[in-house]
C-alpha cells in the first residue's frame, strides 16, 4: 500500500430528464473510512484511507416504484457491505461479494412485496492507488487519461453482444430498438455473473460513471471534450446533463466525475487507457440462437 497518500475530487448529478416521470437512477459516492457521503449536485474532495471510496451508478426497473426502491436498495446494500468486509479480505473478492449481497437484497425484496424489480449497477472501488471496477447492466465507467478516453467497462446488453457476435454494427446500436435490452440486473434473475476488472490509477486520471441516459445521447468523444475543456468535476457533470437534456433527456441521467491526484505516478507516454484494464472476471453471455 502507498505511504503516502492520494485523493479523488468528486462531483455528482442526477436528473430526471425530459421524459420521465420519476427518477429511478441512483448514485452514491461514499469514504468508506470516514464515512462521509457526497450529496447530489455537490463537490468534495476524499482522501483515500484505509478502507477506500465507493463510487457507484445504478439504474433501476419495473412498474409502479419498483425500480426506484431496486436503484436505492443496490446502493445503500454494496455501500454498507463494502464498508463492513474485513480489510484481510482481497478488495476483489469483498467487492463482488458486497456486489452478491445487493443482488439478494433486491431479489428479496421484491418476492415479498410481488413486484419484479432490477437494477442497473457499475461501481469503482478505489483504494491504494489502485481502482477495482463491478458490472451488472449497462451502465457505464470510462477512464480518462493522457487526453484520451476509453470505457473501461463492457456493456451487458443485447446490441453489444449482436456488435460483439458480427450481427450488428457498432454504428446501429444506438438506434437499435433493442438498444435497452439488457442481459442481466440486480435481483432480477436468481443469478448474476459480476463482471470485475482492475487497474492501476496515475495522478491526473478522471473516472466518469454514468446511466445510459446520458450515452444515450452523448458520445465518448463529446464526454472527453466536456471534461477536459471544463477542468472541474462539478462542472463537468453539470454539463453532461445539460447537453443529455438538450437532446431530449429520453431517460433519467446520472453522472459521476472523479479527478485522480496526489502520490500517484504519472502515466508514461505510451500509456493509453483503453489498456489500463486488467480483467479479473468477464461476463460471457451465450451467442444469440435462431429460432
Known amino acids: 500500500m502507498p505511504s503516502e497518500s492520494h485523493y479523488l475530487s468528486v462531483a455528482a448529478v442526477t436528473h430526471l430528464g425530459r421524459v420521465r416521470e420519476k427518477n429511478e437512477d441512483a448514485f452514491v459516492v461514499a469514504d468508506l473510512t470516514g464515512g462521509a457521503l457526497l450529496e447530489e449536485r455537490s463537490h468534495a474532495r476524499f482522501d483515500v484511507g484505509e478502507r477506500g471510496l465507493l463510487l457507484a451508478v445504478s ?5 409502479a416504484q419498483a425500480g426506484e426502491v431496486a436503484s436505492a436498495l443496490v446502493v445503500e446494500t454494496i455501500t454498507r457491505e463494502i464498508a463492513e468486509a474485513p480489510l484481510e479480505t482481497p478488495r ?3 467487492l463482488i461479494e458486497a456486489v452478491q449481497r445487493a443482488h439478494d437484497a433486491v431479489r428479496v425484496h421484491g418476492e415479498r ?7 442497473t449497477l457499475t461501481a469503482v472501488f478505489v483504494r491504494a492507488g489502485r481502482a477495482y471496477i463491478a458490472e451488472v447492466g449497462d451502465s457505464r465507467a470510462y477512464l480518462l487519461r493522457g487526453g484520451e478516453i476509453a470505457q473501461v467497462t463492457h456493456d451487458q446488453s443485447m446490441v453489444q453482444l449482436l456488435v460483439d457476435s458480427g450481427i450488428m454494427k457498432p454504428e446501429d446500436a444506438r438506434e437499435s430498438p433493442m438498444r435497452n435490452v439488457i442481459l442481466q440486473a440486480m435481483g432480477h434473475q436468481p443469478d448474476i455473473k459480476v463482471a470485475l476488472g482492475r487497474m492501476e490509477l496515475r495522478d491526473r486520471d478522471c473516472l466518469i460513471l454514468c446511466s445510459d441516459g446520458l450515452t444515450g445521447h452523448v458520445s465518448d468523444v463529446e464526454i472527453k471534450d ?18 443529455a437534456n438538450g437532446r431530449g433527456g429520453k431517460d433519467n441521467i446520472t453522472v459521476i466525475v472523479a479527478g485522480v491526484g496526489g502520490a500517484l505516478a504519472p502515466p508514461a507516454a505510451d500509456e493509453r487507457p483503453e489498456d489500463a484494464i486488467e480483467v479479473i472476471r468477464a461476463y460471457e453471455p451465450r451467442p444469440p440462437r435462431s429460432r
Do not use: S
Open 92 to 94: 476483489d473478492a469483498a
Open 59 to 63: 439504474d433501476g426497473m419495473g412498474g
Open 113 to 119: 412485496v410481488q413486484a419484479r424489480m432490477g437494477a
Open 226 to 243: 466536456i471534461v477536459l475543456e471544463t477542468k472541474r468535476p462539478e462542472l463537468a457533470a453539470a454539463r453532461l446533463v445539460d447537453l
